[in-house]
């Protein structure tokens, strides 16, 4: 079985400090801190939902190349600054059940919390502000308009324009840790940092896609954040040694009372 599953394979026990094993957790926005994607979102407001939705699916579930479907959204979006202020607003409308508790506890532990997203910055900064992240703690994209604040292009050199950009990412900015980092993404763009982290947690509260729930170290099913913090405060998750073939092993599935855990509690 896969090592990184097993919090009581002998390496992990032999450690004297697990609290200290993780001092940085990265989280996507877009189904994962926020139970809505942020560019299908304008979509509905610009009365062209099914194209821009139909090309998220897919770069989501691999079927597509991300900068490809980018380019297109944003061409068919050609979204305002006005535009990426609303969605910033509802953004921190829609956040997920237990992101801002979990990550107010993060920090309480002396952990860094970091956003990583190939979305834009005029909206992911006011998430961020909303959840208390530090602006030098956010890695997006960025959107450029005229001076009426009309559409003007984005940034397609961005690594986080394209598929393997968070991997990227990871490796020039928080190279001298990647191994102390756990990331906590939705879709296979996420699951690109799965070999530059210590631990990669998937989240399927918004949307599963099975191919994350496959290769995930630990998969969240359930529409809450909260189980998140016994992934990384290990010394209090329950998970069984073995998991019995063709289940997926759901932080859920073991710990139903999170709420009664030790240090939870604020
Ligand atoms: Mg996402």
Not at 108 to 123: H, R, T, Y
Not at 159 to 171: S, T, V, W, Y
Not at 233 to 255: C, E, L, M, W, Y
Request: hydrophobic share 40%; net charge negative; aromatic share 8%.
């Amino acid at each position: 079985m896969n090592k990184e599953r097993d919090i009581h394979h002998p390496d992990r026990l032999m450690q004297p400090d697990r609290h200290a094993q993780y001092d940085a957790v990265v989280f996507d926005v877009d189904s994962t801190l926020v139970t809505i994607e942020g560019l299908d979102w304008l979509a509905t407001k610009k009365g062209n939902e099914h194209e821009v939705v139909e090309l998220t699916k897919k770069s989501m579930e691999g079927r597509m190349d991300f900068h490809e479907a980018m380019v297109k959204k944003m061409q068919l979006l050609a979204p305002t600054l006005e535009d990426f202020i609303r969605l910033g607003n509802v953004y921190c409308d829609h956040i997920v059940p237990g992101a801002a508790d979990v990550i107010a506890k993060l920090r309480d532990l002396g952990k860094e919390v970091w956003i990583m997203s190939g979305n834009f910055q005029p909206a992911v900064d006011i998430l961020a502000d909303k959840l208390g992240i530090a602006p030098d703690k956010i890695l997006c994209n960025q959107v450029f308009f005229d001076g009426q604040g009309n559409y003007a292009g984005f940034d397609t050199e961005n690594p986080l324009a394209r598929n393997g950009g968070k991997a990227e990412k990871i490796r020039d900015v928080m190279e001298q840790k990647e191994k102390n980092i756990v990331f906590v993404g939705d879709s296979i763009t996420d699951l690109d940092v799965k070999e530059h982290v210590g631990l990669f947690v998937g989240f399927g509260g918004v949307v599963q896609r099975e191919i994350v729930k496959q290769h995930a170290d630990y998969y969240i099913s359930e529409l809450n954040l909260m189980p998140l913090l016994a992934i990384v405060n290990n010394d209090n998750v329950q998970i069984p040694a073995k998991v019995p073939p063709g289940r997926k092993q759901s932080i859920f599935d073991t710990h139903s009372s999170w709420k009664s855990m030790p240090g939870f509690h604020r």
